[in-house]
């Protein structure tokens, strides 16, 4: 599959980190979300699965375009309705492993996650990005919105 790269899936530091805080607390001191294993499922699978498609969009999205160096703006793919796709790919995965865990741990921990993510991360690359490619890029950011 040449338009899939593995180095094109970043790994969101703070979903990862919360996630093995979450669990963790989780072990310690448990906070089920339903008490039945079915309602966990119904709940937590569809979260996985649109994740997981995301994710795979937006990295076949970039083709054979190194992610860490991009040399223009992606605008097809989910990368016309959002700015930052994988990193709603990566939450709609957090909740649904959220649910199929039955924890409410990983829910509190989550706005934490996404402030984080915002801030420490999304801004970032968006000045970086702004500065490499200028009014193409600002124009982009008028068009499209950050996430959802």
Known sequence: ?????????P??????IALVVGVALDVWLPLKIV????????????????GSLL?????????AMDF???????????????RNPMYV????????????????????????VMAFTHYIVVRQEEQKLEQKFGEEY?????RVRRYL
């Open 1 to 9: 599959m040449s338009s899939f790269r593995w180095s094109n899936i």
């Open 11 to 16: 790994i969101p530091e703070g979903h990862v």
């Open 55 to 63: 994710a795979v969009w937006a990295v076949m999205a970039f083709k």
């Open 89 to 112: 790919a990566w939450t709609m995965l957090y909740v649904g492993i959220a649910m199929l865990m039955n924890t409410w741990w990983l829910l509190i921990l989550l706005p934490a």
């Open 138 to 142: 600002r124009e982009y950011m008028g």
């Open 35 to 50: 008490d039945l294993l079915w309602l966990k499922h119904v709940l937590g699978w569809p979260f996985l699965l649109c």
């Open 68 to 82: 860490s160096q991009p040399t223009g703006i992606i605008v097809s793919g989910p990368y016309q309705f959002s």
